[in-house]
């Protein structure tokens, strides 16, 4: 199969199984990324969600498009991001074209409940390996917890967080080679 | 609505969606609900399906609303619409990146960054983990602890340790056990 239709049906498999946003589709990215095709390192993806994150357009769809340019270019960015959005095309249509009240469905909302703990256990396994990787210092630590509370104990948004840990890492490493 | 207009529309709402799908929401109410496009509750019914059908929230709305605005051509549309600006936009950075990665200020730039996106990550899950474990009682959406939930995460969690699958298995049974006790 060439590279191209990998990146399709890789993408069109994500996007098919995350269920409400783009953090849920960070479990399947690093199983598939990291550790299944060994196309990026831990270090990598979190370079791809914070670029995602503090930029215009849908997370998911800009991590989509960066790793298909890595991967082959243009081509490549524009073959992962239709794959990305093939399943929401196909299942959104049909459901807004035949039946509205599926949300009400008892046995769609019981089956939601339990993929939304499973998420959640996805999510806090993939944070538990990346932080494992990623945390080589306090200050990271320090980081990590200051974008954290800003966010649940303050409810700041990501972008004046992304920026501000960016200018952070740039004194902070400029200081070090200083000192060097 | 013409197509063109339809793809200008959603054009502008993906530029200036930073954030998450959810970040969308104002701008789309702004742009389809507000000059009357569609109706406030056909739009909460929207944001809840588009919330639990696979897929990325933002595509999902636009496809949607791009649907009742102009059928199956305006739900490919608006959805093109939506994507373009990150296609564009993180394409740039994407081959910037392939040049600069090297220089230490890039490198600065990126090592307060990653733990900081770290953080983000964990806040998003701590939201998340408190919609699967808190869960409405009452049809005015008053929530309570669920004790079969937090059962149902041990479990899970118990099962990923012991021997770790693709994360499209534990969905699927996350699904599935949910049918069985809730």
Redesign the interface.
């Known amino acids: 199969m060439n590279e191209m239709a990998v990146l399709y049906s890789l993408f069109f498999?994500i996007?098919?199984?995350?269920?409400?946003?783009?953090?849920?589709m960070?479990?399947?990215l690093r199983?598939e990324l990291v550790e299944k095709r060994g196309w990026a390192d831990d270090?990598e993806l979190?370079?791809y969600?914070?670029?995602?994150?503090?930029?215009?357009?849908?997370?998911?769809?800009?991590t989509a498009?960066?790793i298909g340019?890595?991967r082959c270019g243009?081509a490549g960015?524009?073959a992962a991001?239709a794959g990305?959005?093939t399943?929401?095309?196909i299942?959104?249509?049909l459901?807004?074209?035949l039946i509205?009240s599926?949300?009400a469905n008892p046995?769609?909302?019981?089956?939601?409940?339990?993929?939304?703990?499973?998420?959640?256990?996805?999510?806090?396994?993939t944070?538990i390996s990346?932080?494992r990787k990623?945390?080589k210092s306090p200050?990271?630590?320090a980081?990590?917890?200051?974008?954290?509370?800003?966010?649940?104990a303050f409810g700041a948004?990501?972008?004046p967080?992304?920026l501000?840990?960016?200018?952070?890492?740039?004194?902070?490493?400029?200081k070090r080679?200083a000192r060097a | 609505m013409t197509l063109l207009n339809l793809y200008l529309t959603f054009f502008k709402i993906?530029?200036?969606?930073?954030?998450?799908?959810?970040a969308?929401l104002p701008l789309l109410q702004e742009s389809v609900v507000n000059s009357g496009m569609i109706r406030q509750t056909e739009f909460i019914?929207m944001v809840?399906?588009?919330?639990?059908?696979?897929?990325?929230?933002?595509?999902?709305m636009a496809?949607?609303a791009g649907?009742?605005l102009a059928g199956?051509a305006g739900?490919?549309v608006a959805?093109l619409g939506?994507?373009s600006?990150?296609?564009i936009?993180?394409?740039i950075?994407?081959?910037w990146m392939k040049n600069f990665a090297s220089r230490?200020?890039v490198?600065?730039?990126?090592?307060?960054?990653?733990?900081?996106?770290?953080?983000?990550?964990?806040?998003?899950?701590?939201f998340?983990?408190q919609?699967?474990?808190f869960?409405p009682v009452s049809p005015d959406g008053e929530s309570a602890f669920s004790i079969p939930?937090l059962l149902?995460?041990a479990g899970?969690?118990l099962a990923?340790r012991l021997k770790p699958a693709?994360?499209?298995l534990?969905?699927v049974?996350?699904?599935?056990?949910?049918?069985l006790?809730?």
């Open positions: 498999r996007g098919l199984f995350s269920v409400g946003g783009g953090y849920v960070l479990p399947m199983s270090r979190l370079d969600y914070a670029i995602g994150q503090a930029t215009p357009g849908i997370i998911a769809i800009n498009t960066f340019f890595k243009i960015a524009v991001t990305m959005v399943p929401s095309l299942i959104i249509l459901i807004a074209a509205p599926i949300q046995f769609v909302q019981k089956a939601f409940k339990g993929i939304r703990v499973a998420v959640a256990m996805l999510l806090a396994g944070l990346l932080a990623s945390w200050w990271e630590i980081l990590t917890a200051g974008a954290f509370a800003a966010v649940v948004a990501p972008v967080i992304i501000a840990a960016g200018a952070a890492g740039w004194l902070f490493s400029r080679r | 993906g530029l200036f969606t930073i954030g998450g799908g959810l969308s019914d809840a399906i588009s919330q639990s059908t696979p897929g990325p929230i933002g595509i999902n496809t949607f649907f009742k199956i739900g490919f959805t939506i994507i600006p990150s296609l936009i993180i394409m950075i994407a081959a230490p200020a490198k600065g730039v990126m090592s307060g960054i990653r733990p900081a996106a770290l953080g983000l990550i964990a806040s998003a899950a701590w998340i983990l919609k699967a474990l869960i939930a149902l995460f899970l969690a990923y693709s994360p499209i534990y969905i049974a996350g699904g599935a056990l949910g049918l006790i809730f």
